[in-house]
């Protein structure tokens, strides 16, 4: 695939690839806290896996249905625009199914992005047993990593995209450990 492809499909789901990442690393700090700071179960294979598909499910039905709602409501204001005598009419010719196409896109590249991004940084957690913390650093500093990308993405300032992301990312691993789930 050439690098302009890359960009082009990056491009084009820029909004479920960064969902997915966050969400997934954001559920790798919130929901095994406790076994990453030593006070909950024993951080291993079997929670990353656990954590990945939650991370994998929740991004599935969040991002499918609100990339979907938003398509469809796009479509019925432009049948409304057109005058067209059937409301909603466009959301049943092509354009509905390319709707729908783009939508389980998205929800797949979200999907796949919260899988890694909950299961890796936990499948090193518990390749390193005894330096099980080591994971809430290397999560937060993926997180500040994304914000720092975000931030030259928007011509805004990397490092302060870089700093509230990676405080989010220590917010909600004390979140997680005063939840104690695990």
């Not at 302009?4 to 919130?30: K, M, Y």
């Not at 896109?105 to 919260?114: F, G, I, K, N």
Request: include cysteine.
């Amino acid at each position: 695939m050439s690098r302009d492809a890359v960009r082009h499909v990056v491009g084009r789901t820029r909004l479920p690839l960064v969902l997915g990442l966050t969400d997934g690393l954001l559920n790798a700090l919130t929901l095994a806290a406790g076994s990453l700071i030593g006070s909950g179960a024993a951080l291993g294979f079997w929670l990353a896996a656990r954590v990945g598909c939650v991370g994998l499910v929740t991004a599935a039905f969040s991002v499918f249905v609100s990339d979907h709602a938003e398509r469809r409501a796009h479509l019925a204001r432009a049948s409304r625009e057109l005058n067209l005598t059937s409301r909603g009419h466009l959301a049943t010719t092509r354009l509905g199914r390319l709707a729908l196409r783009r939508s389980l896109l998205a929800m797949a590249v979200a999907c796949l992005a919260s899988f890694v991004g909950s299961t890796v940084p936990l499948l090193v957690g518990a390749a390193l047993p005894g330096l099980s913390w080591m994971v809430v650093v290397l999560a937060v500093l993926a997180l500040a990593g994304l914000g720092a990308a975000l931030g030259r993405a928007m011509a805004s300032s990397p490092a302060r995209w870089a700093a509230g992301m990676g405080c989010g990312g220590v917010a909600v691993t004390w979140i997680g450990v005063w939840l104690h789930i695990t």
